[in-house]
């Protein structure tokens, strides 16, 4: 039986799926065994047990996509979040955006980085609007 990969906006979706779940068991058998999270200027972390604590504490945390675009094996993501360790009202924080890059290799999610949303790395991650 050939092996099969899933495709990267395929690992990308059931990630955030898995997120927005709170399914951290699920998570753990999405991310590649050299995984690591990324936030912004941070040192990585490894592992899952951030994950765990974060589901705990943030239990109504979500990632609400707004545009995608797959380069090679890593994934764009535009959006916005709610329920998040900001402890903003859902209001607030939907007017705040991120870019998520999601680095897939071998069907499994190598890093899940998130770097700040402006003009420059939309354009750089393909995530500009296309004008009519």
């Known amino acids: ?3 099969h ?3 990267p ?3 990308a979706i059931s990630f955030i799926d898995a997120i927005n779940n709170g399914d951290v068991d699920r998570l753990a058998t999405l991310m590649a065994p050299d995984f690591s999270l990324v936030v912004f200027d941070t040192a990585p972390q490894g592992g899952i047990d951030g ?3 974060y589901a705990t504490a943030y239990p109504e945390y ?3 996509p707004h545009r995608m675009k797959v380069t090679g094996d890593t994934v764009g993501i535009l959006g916005h979040t709610t329920g998040s360790h900001l402890g903003l009202p859902d209001e607030e924080e939907e007017q705040i955006t991120l870019i998520w890059l999601a680095e ?3 069907g499994k999610m190598r890093t899940w980085r998130l770097i700040e949303d402006n003009a420059r790395t ?4 393909g995530l500009t609007l296309r004008s009519g």
């Open 5 to 7: 990969t899933k495709h």
């Open 9 to 11: 906006l395929a690992v």
């Open 62 to 64: 979500l990632i609400h």
């Open 104 to 106: 897939v290799e071998g």
């Open 1 to 3: 039986m050939p092996h």
């Open 122 to 125: 939309r354009r750089e991650h």
């Open 51 to 53: 994950w765990r604590g």
